[in-house]
């Protein structure tokens, strides 16, 4: 009976442990697998000394080069490999009169504080500013700051300027891929959050300047219906 009984406490420990967490430690790193593949981060230690995992340069999209620079954003495909999170990407922008970032930028970044909960966290995903002619993914956010909370957060990368909102007006070149680009960063959340603990159907959109302004147009968007709740 002893032997029953010690049993069954372990079975309970490790559902308890794979319920409140999908992150796994694998030689000191965090490691989510996801449907597309698995991502390797880092963890860090936010301001109130609670550990949490960031991936970073996590892909959404195939790059938008060559054929795709001017196209609809098309869904990354799966990979074979663990994918090193680990890098901050930029898209093309000028900064300090310096063009800084590179056309394959449609990445996002995700940061999941460590927990033994065993309901997914609420998600936060935010849209930089910029004028849709520059900023990036997690400029001015805070990380370290955010995941003193009990919710992961999301912030992306979308195709800005010329690359992001030209529009000739026909069917070559439509116009708004940068928004586009921000519908798929948001299905991409949809189908691949709760890999990383988070609950799809309590997604909170945020955003500073122009992305303050994307959020009032994905809400009257019908395409982004049923991607976010608040």
Excluded at 24 to 47: H, K, Y
Excluded at 89 to 96: A, F, L, T
Excluded at 115 to 137: E, F, M, P
Aim: with cysteine.
């Amino acid at each position: 009976m002893s032997a029953n009984v010690s049993i069954l406490l372990f079975l309970i420990i490790v559902i308890d442990y794979v319920v409140s967490t999908t992150i796994l430690d694998q030689q000191g790193r965090p490691v989510a697998i996801t449907p597309l593949g698995s991502v390797e981060g880092e963890w860090r230690t936010s301001f109130d000394g609670r550990r949490y995992a960031a991936f970073e340069g996590i892909p959404y999209a195939k790059p938008p080069i060559g054929d795709l620079r001017f196209a609809e954003p098309q869904p990354i495909e799966p990979w074979i490999d663990t994918w090193n999170a680990t890098r901050i990407y930029k898209c093309p922008q000028i900064d300090n009169g310096q063009v800084i970032g590179e056309e394959d930028c449609l990445y996002l970044n995700v940061y999941v504080p460590e927990t033994k909960q065993s309901k997914l966290l609420d998600v936060v995903v935010h849209i930089h500013g910029g004028a849709y002619a520059a900023g990036y993914s997690v400029e001015y956010i805070g990380d370290k700051y955010v995941m003193d909370r009990d919710l992961i957060l999301v912030a992306f990368n979308y195709r800005l300027a010329a690359l992001g909102f030209l529009s000739l007006e026909d069917v070559e070149l439509p116009g708004s891929n940068g928004l586009r680009d921000q519908t798929l960063a948001l299905k991409w959340v949809q189908d691949n959050i709760g890999s990383f603990n988070g609950n799809p159907g309590s997604v909170t959109l945020t955003g500073f300047s122009a992305g303050a302004a994307s959020v009032h147009l994905h809400y009257l968007s019908s395409y982004s219906r049923g991607l976010f709740h608040r």
